[in-house]
């Protein structure tokens, strides 16, 4: 079920710190993660795989790169799935050592294999073309290979990515070939990968997905090749919504390690969950700025818009709002929670009942803490907003606010156009 919180006089807490108190305080729009929270997802999944077999978990930072947050992590012994040089060396200035890094690119440059490479970070390699081109850059080093299961799983077309035919991975009929290759060309091949989508909520597909990888084990098997691990992806969906079933980890866990150690040699499973670490650590705090009755409907508008969190705006994606000042306060009427970007499409949530919203008051929305500030942007020259970590009581600042004038810093005016 989504996750609860508490009231203390009618407000709602975080951390063991009143959302009111932390909105004066670091202002709004305000991102607040509870880094209890945060320690006891990562002890959850780590633990529900590690029962069963060799475990390595390794965090999709693209959810979130927060130093402060990955510090959390790093300490709670997690590794690395990184997209770019970006999250790699925000990874590195954490902390994580560059083995505990696996760096999965799609459409990566050379020089972008060289600086991962001379790094000493594991490539995930995403085609066979990219191997050629890494097997000039750094021959002989640690490689898998990520591989188009033909199974694909996601809360919405735009993040599922193992079906057939899909922009990631080696295609199926080519994967033999290519470890293969592989092998000629020198490298030491470790593992296998595969990622089907994002925010999946049945298990069934992981293990189509499974079954497919293990067959693909067993044959790398016969040119040679001994792989050391499983590589099973992310997109553990979390529930969103007050009264959603969550996905059974225990169960999930059990079925895949029970595959893999009944069929193949493979000794460790590893997996890249984003979303189930850091997705309900965190909320976003925004301040009511103006209401409206349009007739046909009444708007809520607040400080936070799609620049501050793209999720419903780009999939639609419903997150859970509550008055943060008046919580758990009887509902009066059904709203539009609206943001302050010059467009239509600009919204948090559609159709919720709130208890009669009046400028000043605090909107929370849930679930924030994966791809909401990772996604941020300033569009509408609205500079990117705080984030705030909370623990036993105590609040931290984790990211200053943006100002309006860093936003020029970098912009040349040629000349001629000067004033
Ligand atoms: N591993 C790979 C190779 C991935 O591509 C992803 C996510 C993950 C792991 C982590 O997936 P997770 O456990 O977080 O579901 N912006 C979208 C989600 C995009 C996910 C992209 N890849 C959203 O806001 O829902």
């Not at 633990?47 to 300490?75: P, W």
């Not at 040089?85 to 999965?104: H, W």
Request: glycine share 10%; with cysteine; net charge negative.
């Amino acid at each position: 079920m989504m996750r609860e919180f508490e009231a203390k006089d009618g407000i709602m807490q975080i951390g063991g710190v009143s959302t009111v108190d932390i909105a004066e305080e670091f202002g709004t729009p305000v991102y607040v993660t509870d880094e209890q929270r945060l320690r006891e997802n990562y002890r959850n999944i780590y633990g529900a795989f590690s029962r069963f077999m060799d475990t390595r978990i390794h965090y999709a930072c693209k959810a979130n790169t927060n130093l402060a947050i990955l510090r959390v992590l790093e300490q709670e012994g997690s590794g690395i799935d990184a997209v770019s040089i970006g999250e790699v060396k925000t990874c590195l200035k954490a902390g994580f050592s560059p083995d505990r890094i696996m760096y999965t690119g799609v459409n990566v440059s050379d020089r972008e294999l060289k600086e991962v490479t001379d790094l000493g970070v594991m490539v995930n390699l995403d085609s066979v073309c990219e191997m050629e081109r890494l097997a000039s850059i750094a021959p002989g080093v640690d490689v898998s290979f990520r591989i188009t299961p033909g199974v694909g799983s996601g809360h919405s077309a735009k993040v599922t990515t193992g079906n057939k035919g899909a922009k990631f991975g080696i295609p199926l009929d080519q994967v033999i070939s290519t470890y293969a290759r592989a092998k000629d060309l020198g490298f030491n091949v470790k593992g296998i990968h595969a990622h089907i989508g994002s925010g999946g909520q049945v298990v069934e597909p992981f293990m189509d997905m499974m079954e497919v990888l293990i067959e693909l084990v067993n044959e790398i098997k016969n040119l040679g090749i001994d792989l050391e691990f499983i590589d099973m992806g992310g997109g553990i969906g979390v529930p969103y919504r007050p009264q959603e079933e969550e996905m059974d980890v225990g169960e999930l866990a059990m079925n895949l390690t029970d595959m893999i150690q009944e069929e193949t040699d493979v000794k460790t499973i590893v997996l890249e969950p984003g979303r189930y670490i850091i997705c309900d650590t965190t909320i976003l705090l925004t301040r009511v700025n103006d209401v409206k009755d349009a007739g046909v409907k009444k708007y809520v508008g607040v400080d936070a818009g799609f620049n501050t969190l793209i999720r419903p705006a780009m999939y639609d994606s419903y997150h859970h709002v509550a008055l943060a000042n008046r919580f758990g306060k009887a509902c009066t009427d059904k709203y539009d929670v609206v943001g302050p970007i010059c467009e239509s499409g600009d919204y948090i949530a559609h159709d919720r009942v709130l208890p009669d919203p009046q400028v000043g008051d605090l909107v929370a929305v849930y679930d924030a803490g994966a791809y909401g500030f990772s996604m941020a942007s300033r569009y509408n020259s609205r500079p990117l907003c705080a984030e705030v970590m909370v623990c036993d009581g105590k609040a931290d600042l984790i990211r200053e606010a943006e100002t309006v004038e860093e936003q020029w810093t970098r912009q040349v005016i040629p000349e001629r156009l000067r004033l």
